[in-house]
């Protein structure tokens, strides 16, 4: 059995499991539409042919086989779904539905034994999607990074030939005296060029400590969901992470110019590529993890800019979580899993009335069939309160949190992370309540808790801080707020860097106060600067720029 496309594969044993039959034939499909044989996919998936072969013939094949296999196979915009739906398929064949004995009558015994493992089938079935999709965005910043550390390369080779050319352009310039016109030109064209390359450059080189230090914490983000695996299944083997056209210039006076013109198009094009790909997954990881966002909401300036274009990646969402839906079995649990995620997917597209009633089901749901201690059921009362506020009821929404702040605590701790989540969720739910100052006093106490837990320069830290300052500021003390993000600028550029998204958002936070506090001028200023930046490091188009710049006209006029 070679695979090759076209040719009908070897049919299962009748006796297989219809669970195994199943992961087998989608294997089998992912290989056949791909066109490959396989000894063209063992070095991807690190087994002989011999091996895949097995595998593809109706043994269960490990996790890390799987995966491999279909990052192998599959096209990039499919390879997420294949991922989910092969690992859903592997997770039924490993554990099969359970039936009990005929003439058994240990029903009540039985019937507690499916509740559990059905619970635990969901767990799985969740934890394996955020998994998958951890290891996408992974694989995607290390990409990035190497692209960056191979442009960071480029560029210094770039700019040592720019230095020569100058010289030697120098030397001419002054040899030829008044007849210099032409290689003065080249001279003046050569230093912009050569400033160009600095400037892509020191983009290059901080794209590169960005894209790894996103890394790094999707690294420990991994390796948190694949010990929940290895905890629900101990014997889970689990799986590893697996052209610009030039400026239109005269060819004909300086062709050396022109390639080195369009060297640093390319450059560009890679760097904002890479920008846009740190920011999404920056953007994914605050919204989609149970965590304070990394990154501090610009909602005091405008209305978030990144709605628009989460409702244009509803479709490709959509697709996959239908497609999750439809291959479930119809176990309630697993049904349980999937609609809490769809409902967390329709609130992320712009919908959160309809997120805020789904959720508000399944915590009932959830309550009574996994408990009302369970994380899973906190998980679900977080998302409604989120969605409930987010619906336009933030009153509801903060007595939702203050009550969920007791229950995690008492359950979790007061010190774990969703505990001070809550909090966090609490005090701004306060805040839109109309009470600046209780929130002003809530976030107080927990920057106090937060530097304690998880160090006084971790990200939610820093934006602990951001939002206390916003709450001074709205609860009167205008001048406080200003001088509070003034500090905040200077420990989040050491922390995450000049260019980091948390960093600029602190900036224009201390430009609207500065306002505020009844100077005009310095937040015209600093807008300016602000601007400035933005654009270079994260491009004209990105939300936060825009933002700033409507900000400017406000302090213009």
């Given at each position: 059995?070679?695979?090759?496309?076209?040719?009908?594969?070897?049919?299962?044993?009748?006796?297989?499991?219809?669970?195994?039959?199943?992961?087998?034939?989608?294997?089998?499909?992912?290989?056949?539409?791909?066109?490959?044989?396989?000894?063209?996919?063992?070095?991807?998936?690190?087994?002989?042919?011999?091996?895949?072969?097995?595998?593809?013939?109706?043994?269960?094949?490990?996790?890390?086989?799987?995966?491999?296999?279909?990052?192998?196979?599959?096209?990039?915009?499919?390879?997420?779904?294949?991922?989910?739906?092969?690992?859903?398929?592997?997770?039924?064949?490993?554990?099969p539905p359970r039936r009990p004995a005929a003439g058994s009558t240990q029903s009540g015994s039985v019937s507690g034994a499916t509740v559990n493992i059905a619970a635990v089938q969901a767990q799985h079935l969740e934890t394996y999607a955020h998994l998958t999709r951890?290891?996408?965005?992974?694989?995607?910043?290390?990409?990035?990074?190497?692209?960056?550390?191979?442009?960071?390369?480029?560029?210094?080779?770039?700019?040592?030939?720019?230095?020569?050319?100058?010289?030697?352009?120098?030397?001419?310039?002054?040899?030829?005296?008044?007849?210099?016109?032409?290689?003065?030109?080249?001279?003046?064209?050569?230093?912009?060029?050569?400033?160009?390359?600095?400037?892509?450059?020191?983009?290059?080189?901080?794209?590169?400590?960005?894209?790894?230090?996103?890394?790094?914490?999707?690294?420990?983000?991994?390796?948190?969901?694949?010990?929940?695996?290895?905890?629900?299944?101990?014997?889970?083997?689990?799986?590893?992470?697996?052209?610009?056209?030039?400026?239109?210039?005269?060819?004909?006076?300086?062709?050396?110019?022109?390639?080195?013109?369009?060297?640093?198009?390319?450059?560009?094009?890679?760097?904002?590529?890479?920008?846009?790909?740190?920011?999404?997954?920056?953007?994914?990881?605050?919204?989609?993890?149970?965590?304070?966002?990394?990154?501090?909401?610009?909602?005091?300036?405008?209305?978030?800019?990144?709605?628009?274009?989460?409702?244009?990646?509803?479709?490709?969402?959509?697709?996959?979580?239908?497609?999750?839906?439809?291959?479930?079995?119809?176990?309630?649990?697993?049904?349980?899993?999937?609609?809490?995620?769809?409902?967390?997917?329709?609130?992320?597209?712009?919908?959160?009335?309809?997120?805020?009633?789904?959720?508000?089901?399944?915590?009932?749901?959830?309550?009574?069939?996994?408990?009302?201690?369970?994380?899973?059921?906190?998980?679900?009362?977080?998302?409604?309160?989120?969605?409930?506020?987010?619906?336009?009821?933030?009153?509801?929404?903060?007595?939702?949190?203050?009550?969920?702040?007791?229950?995690?605590?008492?359950?979790?701790?007061?010190?774990?992370?969703?505990?001070?989540?809550?909090?966090?969720?609490?005090?701004?739910?306060?805040?839109?309540?109309?009470?600046?100052?209780?929130?002003?006093?809530?976030?107080?106490?927990?920057?106090?808790?937060?530097?304690?837990?998880?160090?006084?320069?971790?990200?939610?830290?820093?934006?602990?801080?951001?939002?206390?300052?916003?709450?001074?500021?709205?609860?009167?003390?205008?001048?406080?707020?200003?001088?509070?993000?003034?500090?905040?600028?200077?420990?989040?550029?050491?922390?995450?860097?000049?260019?980091?998204?948390?960093?600029?958002?602190?900036?224009?936070?201390?430009?609207?106060?500065?306002?505020?506090?009844?100077?005009?001028?310095?937040?015209?200023?600093?807008?300016?600067?602000?601007?400035?930046?933005?654009?270079?490091?994260?491009?004209?188009?990105?939300?936060?720029?825009?933002?700033?710049?409507?900000?400017?006209?406000?302090?213009?006029?």
């Amino acid at each position: 059995m070679t695979g090759k496309p076209g040719r009908k594969w070897r049919d299962l044993p009748p006796t297989t499991a219809p669970e195994v039959r199943r992961l087998s034939e989608f294997l089998r499909a992912r290989v056949d539409e791909s066109g490959k044989t396989l000894n063209d996919l063992a070095p991807a998936v690190q087994n002989a042919s011999s091996v895949i072969s097995t595998y593809l013939g109706g043994k269960i094949p490990t996790q890390r086989f799987v995966t491999a296999l279909i990052a192998a196979t599959a096209p990039a915009g499919l390879r997420e779904k294949h991922t989910v739906e092969a690992l859903r398929l592997l997770e039924a064949a490993l554990h099969p539905p359970r039936r009990p004995a005929a003439g058994s009558t240990q029903s009540g015994s039985v019937s507690g034994a499916t509740v559990n493992i059905a619970a635990v089938q969901a767990q799985h079935l969740e934890t394996y999607a955020h998994l998958t999709r951890a290891l996408e965005q992974h694989n995607e910043l290390r990409q990035a990074a190497a692209n960056s550390e191979k442009l960071v390369w480029v560029l210094y080779g770039m700019i040592g030939k720019l230095q020569e050319r100058v010289t030697h352009l120098v030397e001419e310039r002054d040899r030829l005296g008044e007849g210099s016109e032409a290689t003065q030109r080249k001279l003046t064209r050569a230093l912009g060029q050569k400033d160009r390359a600095n400037s892509e450059l020191a983009r290059a080189r901080q794209k590169q400590r960005e894209a790894e230090e996103l890394a790094s914490r999707l690294q420990a983000k991994i390796d948190h969901l694949t010990g929940e695996l290895d905890r629900l299944r101990p014997d889970a083997q689990l799986p590893d992470p697996v052209g610009v056209p030039a400026e239109a210039v005269s060819a004909s006076e300086d062709p050396e110019g022109d390639d080195i013109e369009a060297a640093l198009a390319r450059a560009g094009a890679v760097n904002d590529n890479d920008s846009h790909t740190v920011a999404r997954i920056t953007t994914e990881l605050a919204e989609n993890a149970d965590v304070v966002p990394n990154n501090p909401a610009t909602r005091p300036y405008g209305p978030n800019d990144e709605v628009g274009d989460q409702r244009e990646t509803r479709g490709p969402l959509a697709d996959i979580v239908t497609a999750w839906g439809q291959g479930l079995s119809p176990n309630p649990a697993n049904r349980f899993a999937f609609q809490h995620e769809r409902a967390r997917m329709i609130g992320r597209a712009g919908e959160p009335q309809k997120a805020r009633d789904l959720l508000a089901d399944l915590v009932g749901d959830s309550t009574r069939f996994l408990g009302p201690d369970h994380p899973s059921t906190l998980t679900m009362r977080h998302n409604h309160a989120r969605w409930t506020g987010e619906a336009g009821n933030p009153q509801t929404a903060r007595d939702l949190f203050a009550d969920l702040v007791t229950d995690r605590a008492c359950v979790l701790g007061p010190d774990h992370p969703s505990t001070l989540t809550t909090r966090y969720e609490h005090a701004q739910r306060t805040g839109e309540a109309g009470d600046p100052r209780e929130a002003h006093n809530l976030l107080a106490d927990l920057i106090a808790d937060s530097a304690r837990s998880l160090g006084p320069d971790h990200s939610s830290t820093l934006t602990t801080r951001y939002e206390h300052a916003h709450w001074t500021g709205e609860a009167g003390d205008r001048q406080k707020a200003r001088d509070l993000l003034a500090d905040l600028i200077a420990d989040s550029t050491r922390a995450l860097g000049p260019d980091h998204p948390g960093t600029l958002t602190t900036r224009h936070g201390h430009a609207h106060w500065t306002g505020e506090a009844g100077d005009r001028q310095k937040a015209r200023d600093l807008l300016a600067g602000l601007i400035a930046d933005s654009t270079r490091a994260l491009g004209p188009d990105y939300p936060g720029t825009r933002t700033a710049r409507r900000a400017l006209t406000r302090w213009e006029s």
